[in-house]
């Protein structure tokens, strides 16, 4: 069992920026066993994959609405997952969640956040 903590969010003026933060734990959890992902819902929306980092540590894949503005990485420790959010938009109000899998003798594993809310108002 792998559990995932988001944290980070709140409220930020357009043009702000802010990082939002997933911490893991789990018997024997290190990131780089995983693909890792932040995805986000905004109310009324499907939600959206934002970006997404390889088990090694490789970048691939942004949406096109925040490239160039954010960043995804992980830390040294591998436990935990950031997305630095730069030049933030009101369009970018959204709850913001973390997500890892990985495929195990053709199953896979799948664990998502709680969510972290983020809300850029003026």
């Known amino acids: 069992q792998v559990d995932l903590v988001e944290s980070g969010g709140g409220l930020v003026q357009p043009g702000g920026s802010l990082r939002v933060s997933c911490a893991a734990s789990?018997?024997?959890?290190?990131?780089?066993?995983?693909?890792m992902s932040w995805y986000r819902q905004a109310p009324g929306k499907e939600r959206e994959l934002v970006a997404e980092?390889?088990?090694?540590?490789?970048?691939?894949h942004y949406a096109d609405s925040v490239k160039g503005r954010f960043t995804i990485s992980r830390g040294q420790d591998k436990k935990n997952l950031y997305l630095q959010m730069n030049t933030l938009k009101p369009e970018d109000t959204a709850v913001y969640y973390c997500?890892?899998?990985?495929?195990?003798?053709?199953?896979?594993?799948?664990?998502w956040g709680q969510g972290t809310q983020v809300t850029v108002s003026s």
């Open positions: 997500n890892v899998r990985r495929v195990v003798l053709g199953v896979q594993q799948a664990y």
């Open positions: 789990g018997s024997g959890f290190i990131f780089s066993n995983y693909v």
């Open positions: 980092m390889t088990a090694t540590g490789r970048v691939t």
